[in-house]
């Protein structure tokens, strides 16, 4: 892989595989493919989502509500999920066995209490930013390769959002996998169309 190339690895974590408090079907299986790819790349980004306790994500938060429901909230609909990746907890961390020797930028997201947030880039209030796109820009980072869980929602909020940052996006169809609640996965495929996203498999990588 070149020097401007990047690989962004997006919440592998505990709690996002099968025995997780939000488990994504398959989810342990990336980890050998990521580990088998990162070092290809000179420049391994890894994000973890850090949620505080109470955070306005969990359905635990809003009596009566039920995982998967939405409510309104200032910055739009909010999908409740189960209680998940809650700073300093077992299930917050990376997944056994994911090789994180070799990242150079580690982004943890979602520690506003009263905001989500699925891209490594921007919160979900699409205002608040991280400093990850500086960070690659400083890098001479042109393009970004990107996997982890879930290909729906963290992997393609962090695409979507490279792509509208003026990045060369790949997304790696086989070091991810999705949830697919009501269709959100066709419905992230549609807009990556729109971006010029590519979806490829790990064999391309060189």
């Given at each position: 892989m070149k020097d401007n190339q990047a690989l962004i690895v997006v919440d592998v974590q505990k709690d996002f595989l099968e025995t997780g408090a939000l488990p994504v079907k398959d989810g342990s299986q990336v980890v050998p493919v990521i580990n088998r790819i990162s070092p290809k790349f000179k420049h391994v980004v890894f994000t973890q989502d850090w949620h505080p306790q109470g955070h306005i994500s969990f359905a635990s938060s809003h009596p009566g509500k039920a995982p998967y429901s939405t409510i309104d909230v200032s910055y739009g609909k909010q999908v409740l999920w189960p209680e998940h990746c809650v700073q300093n907890t077992v299930g917050a961390e990376f997944a056994d066995g994911l090789n994180t020797e070799n990242g150079?930028?580690?982004?943890?997201?979602?520690?506003?209490?009263?905001?989500?947030?699925?891209?490594?880039?921007?919160?979900?209030?699409?205002?608040?930013k991280t400093d990850l796109g500086v960070w690659l820009k400083s890098q001479g980072i042109t393009e970004v390769f990107v996997c982890g869980l879930a290909t729906d929602f963290c992997v393609s909020w962090t695409a979507i959002d490279a792509a509208d940052e003026g990045f060369k996006v790949y997304v790696i169809e086989d070091a991810s996998r999705g949830i697919d609640v009501n269709g959100s996965l066709d419905e992230a495929r549609a807009e990556w169309k729109k971006r010029g996203i590519k979806i490829i498999d790990s064999s391309e990588i060189n």
């Open positions: 150079d930028c580690f982004v943890k997201k979602g520690a506003h209490s009263d905001i989500d947030s699925y891209s490594a880039f921007l919160e979900a209030d699409r205002k608040t």
